[in-house]
T-cell receptor, first 115, second 113 residues
Framework: AQTVTQSQPEMSVQEAETVTLSCTYD???????LFWYKQPPSRQMILVIR??????QNATENRFSVNFQKAAKSFSLKISDSQLGDAAMYFC????????????FGTGTKLQVIP | NAGVMQNPRHLVRRRGQEARLRCSPM?????VYWYRQLPEEGLKFMVY????????ESGMPKERFSAEFPKEGPSILRIQQVVRGDSAAYFC???????????FGSGTQLSVL
């Protein structure tokens, strides 16, 4: 079974600084998707960034980028120029690409942004 | 283009009552997922449905919980004879067949008194 591990329950960052959230996963598959979702206090789950395992290039979305290390099964999220609105729970997630598949989530990292 | 709609937003039930949670997927989405989130925890997969079919129910408790996604109408997550441990936020997500991304609703907060 696939598992997703986020070893940092809480992180904090100064406004305008950079922070990296860690995620590791376990799978025997070679083709899959990885995601980072953000959950602000409103509880709405928002997709931040997505990575296809067959792509070597790391995904980027504005201030958000990932460091995808397939051999190490590591998928960290870097937030640059942190803003107060980035404060939220961040969940790493995995989905096997074959057919009908569920998405498996990690336990989350609570990010605090300090003004 | 409305997003994933869940209702009610909040649901209060007494122990032993039934809870029905509704989810209308985004237009054009034929796949629905239900997740449960306990306070300060991640999302736990419960069930994955396609119209009129249960694809994966490996996360559903064996008793008291059921889910359906009929040909017409919303997906329903039904919890019979609720207990205090069922108190949680229940999230629905949908996706089209051609896209691996999930689009989430705002969740239903179930409180069991």
């Amino acid at each position: 079974a696939q598992t997703v591990t986020q070893s940092q329950p809480e992180m904090s960052v100064q406004e305008a600084e950079t922070v990296t959230l860690s995620c590791t996963y376990d799978t025997s598959e070679s083709d899959y998707y990885l995601f980072w979702y953000k959950q602000p206090p409103s509880r709405q789950m928002i997709l931040v960034i997505r990575q296809e395992a067959y792509k070597q290039q790391n995904a980027t979305e504005n201030r958000f980028s990932v460091n995808f290390q397939k051999a190490a099964k590591s998928f960290s999220l870097k937030i640059s120029d942190s803003q107060l609105g980035d404060a939220a729970m961040y969940f790493c997630a995995y989905r096997f690409s074959g057919g009908y598949q569920k998405v498996t989530f990690g336990t989350g990292t609570k990010l605090q942004v300090i003004p | 283009n409305a997003g994933v709609m869940q209702n009610p937003r909040h649901l209060v039930r007494r122990r032993g009552q039934e809870a029905r949670l509704r989810c209308s997927p985004m237009k054009g989405h034929s796949h629905v997922y239900w997740y449960r989130q306990l306070p300060e925890e991640g999302l736990k997969f419960m069930v994955y449905l396609q119209k009129e079919n249960i694809i994966d129910e490996s996360g559903m408790p064996k008793e008291r919980f059921s889910a359906e996604f009929p040909k017409e109408g919303p997906s329903i997550l039904r919890i019979q004879q609720v207990v205090r441990g069922d108190s949680a936020a229940y999230f629905c997500a949908s996706s089209p067949w051609t896209d691996e991304k999930l689009f989430f609703g705002s969740g239903t907060q179930l409180s069991v008194l």
